[in-house]
């Protein structure tokens, strides 16, 4: 059994920072990818940041310059620091590790998929 915790979120004003950190916990192996995803009301879910195991991040254009994903693989812990916070970044942040990762041809597909209970980010105006 696989539990991812997050921690972090909450409310804050337009230009201000928050963080959040998400451990992968229990029986896992092989984590490739963790990252976070965003639901805002009226949207579609969307990525936000992923990091691979390799520490190589990767950025929706609307965060990229502002928010900061990092890992630390020894605990199996992701971070995004998220920075000049904008209302339109309001949303629901999901927090998402695949593991067990395999080729198929060219393209990497995964036999995990973990999902975080989410967490609420308010930025005001």
């Known amino acids: 059994q696989v539990q991812l915790v997050e921690s972090g979120g909450g409310l804050v004003q337009a230009g201000g920072s928050l963080r959040f950190s998400c451990k992968a916990a229990g029986s896992i192996d092989r984590i490739n990818v963790m990252g976070w995803y965003r639901h805002a009301p009226g949207k579609q879910r969307e990525l936000v940041a992923d990091?691979?195991?390799?520490?190589?991040?990767n950025y929706a254009d609307s965060v990229k310059g502002r928010f900061t994903i990092s890992r630390d693989n020894d605990k199996n812990t992701a971070y995004l620091h998220m920075t000049s916070l904008k209302p339109e970044d309001t949303a629901v942040y999901y927090c998402?590790?695949?593991?067990?990762?395999?080729?198929?041809?060219?393209?990497?597909?995964?036999?995990?998929?973990?999902w975080g209970q989410g967490t609420q980010v308010t930025v005001s105006s």
């Open positions: 998402n590790t695949k593991a067990g990762g395999y080729y198929v041809g060219s393209s990497i597909s995964y036999k995990y998929d973990y």
């Open positions: 990091i691979s195991s390799t520490s190589s991040p």
